[in-house]
């Protein structure tokens, strides 16, 4: 079972969270903990070898020790839900669905969402249900409308934008709190807005990297899950730096989700911890 | 203060550890914990927010609230003294002498001992006491029992074999049982014994490493603290991997010193678990 | 027009190859070359920006300017066609059908022969044939022939063996010398033999890797076309280090074939160049 | 013998360049090559097995085959003289002072300039000049007239910011063009300008990293010479981080030294080929 708490920090926190898993004859298996002192916060993430029988009930003795306005999570959904949102690159939907398919993704993909037609067959092959909205005749606000019906439909535990390349608008963000993931090109906050790769090649950078973060209203500016680099020299060119891009992309994509849907992810004042 | 623990496992331990800081009024500003499971041990370091007037007294109280043979430090020894043995090879000591002259080791080096000479020059810009014991000239055993003598006489925490070239006998490794740190060329346990960076070019690998472990008897098989790798490629002679190699080894060793030296390295069954 | 030739070294080589392009008019857009001065040998790798429409006169131009017994290839078959051997585990079949379905794995795969039916289904969903070969209930020897003979219909420029687990004969390999790429869990040459990643657990290693290299007769001890690795910790049971292993596996496995099928690759005395 | 080769592509230049090695009876012993085929330019660093007796003639010889205004450099100066520029910061300084001692920084060091005086006692502990040449009491203007003078009594080839943390004006850097290497904390071009940690710990980033650069006008937009990241997380302070990224700061400023000093590195439109 896996307890997940984030709250006020106070003398005695992990003592009183510890001692009521003795209480109920829960080993701690793993135990990772995290006090961020100057904003006086407490994240924990509890492995334990036993299941409550009554979640909520245990959730309930949880806050009764905690300072108030704690959150708690008890194992939350062991199979996640999500709905992916793409474009027409495949790199990072591909891996979504080949883990998806072989039960290794830690969620299920409830459908695929496409501003355009060219990823439906892959997703058909793989037996997922594959949506088509394009933003083509009709408004943005139209669109979004269509799709963020569709998301409510599968009523999801998060979003994933596997290079979605449209702008989704607050009012969309504002429904899926932290709860949207997206894989940006190259480094945040660097080379911010369009054209990243061309900015990169341009200046001659020796690595090109990718992020992957929670979505807030500010554009490419939420709180980061996970980065990774990779070397690159003079001889690529700005598509062969697109073409490696992909693959570091697709590589923190997927770390990024396994955190997350591992529950190792927390999120407050636009940065994240992350309990490895 | 810095607190390390290393017992038995049994329910509770997170608890009645920390009930005790908080009856203390210690606030845990980090926790680092691991089980292992298989073996039924428990490990875990503790940063708290305060100094204990009298170390002996709650280091006794710890060990009342914990399994029989339980081992428990208490910030020991912040400053903690090192012996260096060296033979020709710059790399590592130089940079462990620039960390100590600047304060940022997290020990203090007592002197230097060299089987050669030549590094006698830079400790002595240093102001750190070098003494060259040649095995030259007399039996292996007689050279090691003067080594043996003047590490004694510096009383050190821990020796650090930073490119030292002899082996050292069994007799010698058990004065200081998981006190001995070494760097070793390459991986470990890949191309154990002698000229290992000659069969990785011949291999014609693709990365080349090195590790920093402790001294055991068995020759480089002792628990491993750290490990780093740098690509290489068929560019490379084996002269230009050794080179390549120095780099990653006096960076290896520093990693790995400033993991001990801070308390983060736990030493069973021939294996570390590192706190970070 | 890719051109690669491996010879031995004499002075003025370059020149009279670049010669032969200028009287072509063929620009040198990309050249790699290296020699291994010990051996006397020279490796190039030339992308010039035009295409001969008689490629055997240029390669026969190009001998006569060669030392004798040069191996000279003009941009060959640029759709390489591959056969695909594998077990049960599906992290770099999906992989490679992922490319090879999206059209950039450089290669077509003609089949794939698994010694176990699970990896049938996401092969069909691709469209790419799959046979079964089990070798239950037959010799090895029997399954070895069925396993050949498949092949050989396919007439492929390479076998890959995507976590293919079982041995296959000095016949079979001698078949395909040079021509067939295996992707191997942990190090190379460490933790030879049967449960590398058991033993790198017990080992307690801070790192973890993979090796794709060509298949030779002796047991993973062929030339290495690629290495990667990624850091593990205590926390890793051997089971999560297997999962790791998976990824960096992938991931190794996906360059080498993709240095492989862009010719960039040589091999000489039981290594490597590669020209990137 | 290394030669250096910049200019206009144009079809044969390979082989007239080598064919004049040839005719000299130099092999070639290692041979990079790029060609930014947008911008129609050329770059050659070629190492041959002898040298030159008279290098003028050679470098003659060069120009006389190869377009107008190319850049030919033959073996220059094996021993380069370099400055260091330092404030307070250590790191880099030693680094660079152990190697120059031991004879494999592949450059002497004429002297140090320091904006403050720290750092004068580990300079003269390796016997190297220290000048101390304060900003305070005077203007920035007088300062930098002063370490002008410094530094053009020494006649170096290359001036090292080895975290000088004082801009030099355009003045300054017009009298050193691309032989001004610094060293900047954290990406390049994310976080430009002050407290890039601070604004690093702010994100929650996942990575830190180093750039080694040449100096132009624009702050720290002059062209990259190498770039390292390391990982970090959640449990890292500020503080933390600035000491992570000391690391990767010494660590990719010697790679980049490294390079420059082996004429490896090439500049143009602002960005660099390395060629290794």
Do not use: W
Request: hydrophobic letters at 45%.
């Amino acid at each position: 079972m896996i307890i997940v708490i984030q709250c006020r920090d106070q003398v005695g926190l992990v003592a009183s969270i510890s001692a009521l898993m003795a209480r109920h004859h829960y080993n701690i298996v793993s135990l990772g903990e995290h006090v961020d002192v100057a904003e006086n916060l407490f994240f924990m993430r509890l492995e334990v070898d036993g299941n409550a029988a009554d979640t909520q009930t245990l959730e309930q003795e949880l806050c009764d020790i905690l300072p108030p306005q704690a959150l708690v999570k008890i194992n939350p959904k062991p199979d996640k839900k999500i709905v992916v949102l793409v474009t027409k690159e495949y790199h990072c939907l591909a891996d979504i669905l080949v883990r998806n398919y072989f039960g290794t993704l830690g969620a299920s993909v409830q459908c695929v969402i496409g501003n355009h037609a060219v990823l439906a067959d892959v997703c058909r092959r793989f037996d997922v249900p594959f949506h088509h909205i394009s933003y083509e005749g009709q408004t943005k606000q139209q669109a979004e409308g269509q799709i963020t019906s569709l998301v409510q439909q599968s009523n999801p535990d998060y979003v994933v934008l596997a290079k979605f390349m449209r702008i989704l608008s607050p009012a969309f963000n504002s429904l899926f709190p932290m709860r949207i993931i997206n894989i940006h090109h190259s480094f945040l906050p660097a080379f911010v807005g369009a054209s990243p790769y061309k900015q990169a090649f341009e200046r001659g950078v020796k690595l090109i990297g990718a992020t992957a973060h929670f979505v807030s209203n500010e554009l490419d500016e939420g709180p980061i899950i996970a980065q990774q680099i990779i070397p690159v020299n003079h001889g690529y060119t700005a598509a062969d730096m697109v073409t490696a891009g992909k693959e570091v992309e697709t590589s923190v994509l997927a770390k990024a989700l396994k955190l997350v849907f591992d529950d190792r992810v927390f999120v407050y004042n636009n940065k994240t911890v992350v309990i490895e």
